[in-house]
Structures are given as C-alpha cells and as structure tokens.
C-alpha cells in the first residue's frame, strides 16, 4: 500500500501521479540549476545556459508545470572549427518543475550564460468553514430518518 492509498487522503491521485513523473526525470542532471527563495513569497530558478542565446530558449508554462527547453536554432561555426577538447555541452534540453496551484511566473531574463526565472507564491487563504448538523425531520411515528435525504432504515410498528 502505497502513502497515496490511505483512506484519509482523498482525491491525491493526481498528486500522486505528478511525484511518480518527477522521481522518474530525476535522473537528468543537465542543466545544472538553483532555486532560490526571494523574500516571503517569491522563488527564482536560475539555470546555467552556456553558450544558448535568447533565441535558442523557450520557456513556457504548460499544465502545471514549468517547461524551459534549449535548443540551437542559428547557424554555428562549428563546421569549420577543429576541437580539441569540447567540454561545453552544446546539446539540447528540456527541463521541466511541477508548480503548485497558484504559482506565477513573473519573468525570465538570461545574463552572462544565466536564465532566471522568477515564481510569485501567492499569500495562501486560510480557509476554514462551519458544516451545519442537520437534525432528521420527525415523521408521524416519532422515528426520524437520515440526515442524508430520508434514506435510512424504517421501522413498522404493528399493534
């Protein structure tokens, strides 16, 4: 059994679908990134994109999730270069961080090889709210039926 499937934990399964997704891309360390927390309420995720343009980066919210990707678009003078040693990567990526509900992406700018991707958590609500106990309408017997629409066992009384 797994944490998920506990009777106390109702409607998770969506949550529980998106933590098996992430443990699963895990395994990727490339490219390498911070997240940062920035004041009270506000996030930023700086990813190291050496040798990507502005061009080359999309970043994009689908779902819930934020998908940053990386890909050489122009023309390089690789062709006509001989390497004799490549250590930069300068392959194409996808990198994608699950977002609670609410999460807002402010912005994004790419300075010195950087991307930062700034997150706004709003305040959250405190919600909480009184559920009223309804007392069963009294029938002609005296006996009561259930609070949940009348359906509940009925007795006859003979005599």
């Not at 690789?78 to 699950?98: C, K, S, T, W, Y």
């Not at 950087?114 to 309408?137: C, G, N």
Request: hydrophobic letters at 40%; proline letters at 4%.
């Amino acid at each position: 059994m797994t944490l998920f499937e506990s009777p106390f934990l109702l409607g998770f399964e969506q949550f529980e679908r998106t933590l098996n997704r992430i443990a699963k891309s895990a395994g990727d360390g490339y490219p390498p990134y911070n997240i940062e927390q920035l004041g009270d309420n506000g996030i930023r995720i700086t990813i190291a994109v050496a040798g990507f343009t502005k061009d080359d980066l999309d970043v994009a919210v689908e779902e819930n999730q934020l998908v940053i990707r990386g890909k050489h678009r122009g023309e390089h003078d690789d062709q006509n270069r001989v390497f004799l040693h490549r250590g930069i990567a300068a392959r194409q990526f996808q990198r994608a961080f699950v977002l609670a509900d609410g999460i807002e992406v402010v912005g994004a700018g790419l300075d010195n090889g950087l991307l930062s991707i700034d997150l706004e958590r709003p305040t959250a609500e405190q919600v909480s709210r009184k559920i009223e106990i309804k007392a069963p309408p009294k029938t002609s017997s005296g006996l009561g039926s259930s609070a949940l629409g009348g359906v509940g066992p009925r007795i006859k009384v003979t005599g």
